[in-house]
């Protein structure tokens, strides 16, 4: 049995992302709605699964122990506030990267699909039953690509039209509006 998803993009999606790269564990701020809009998608029986380019990582600018600090904080509010991760992926990788071992082009950085494509394997998702929320084009171009409906939320960097190079599904405020949609259709 293939379960369904939610593919959720992390900064500017889940947490605020005004601090440029969020790392901190004290730096987590959770978008207005999106631990209700989450709630709903679980309940509703959406497996919930974070996605995430983090340059940051093959610019030098923190750690892989950084990021997992960092997750495991989100994680575990999350769970507290009932919302259960089902699993945690994430790019590290950049082309221009400072730190060698990450500096390359990969499949795992979206607009590439290998994130997805791990996640589904490892967690037994359906891909047709399944949606991506994010708030970039290559998040959306991702989910796309992969054949999953997507959702456009304008709390992080959309608005814009750059990098825009595929249909988009839905366009929502936030991720809470994105979860009324997806458990509306």
């Known amino acids: ?3 369904k998803a939610v593919f959720l993009d992390r900064d500017g999606t ?3 992302d005004r601090v440029g ?3 901190r564990p004290d730096d987590l701020e959770f978008i207005l709605g999106a631990i209700e809009g989450m709630r709903s998608l ?19 600018l923190y750690t892989e122990s950084d990021y997992a600090l960092f997750m495991r904080r989100m994680v575990s509010e999350l769970a507290g506030s009932g919302v259960p991760i089902s699993g945690v992926y994430c790019c590290p990788h950049h082309p221009e990267g400072s730190v060698e071992f990450y500096r390359r082009i990969c499949r795992c950085r979206k607009p590439g699909t290998a994130l997805l ?7 037994g998702i359906g891909i047709s039953s399944s949606w991506l929320v994010g708030d970039k084009w290559s998040d959306i171009k991702a989910g796309h690509d992969f054949g999953c409906r997507t959702v456009l939320v304008h709390t992080g960097c959309a608005g814009s039209d750059v990098g825009r190079k595929c249909p988009v599904d839905y366009e929502c405020k936030d991720l809470k509006e994105a979860s009324e949609l997806i458990i509306s259709d």
């Open 1 to 3: 049995m293939a379960y």
């Open 14 to 16: 889940i947490n605020y």
């Open 21 to 23: 790269y969020v790392y």
């Open 42 to 60: 679980h309940d509703a029986g959406y497996r919930l699964v974070i996605a995430s380019n983090q340059s940051g990582i093959a610019k030098g």
């Open 117 to 123: 494509e791990r996640a589904s394997r490892d967690l």
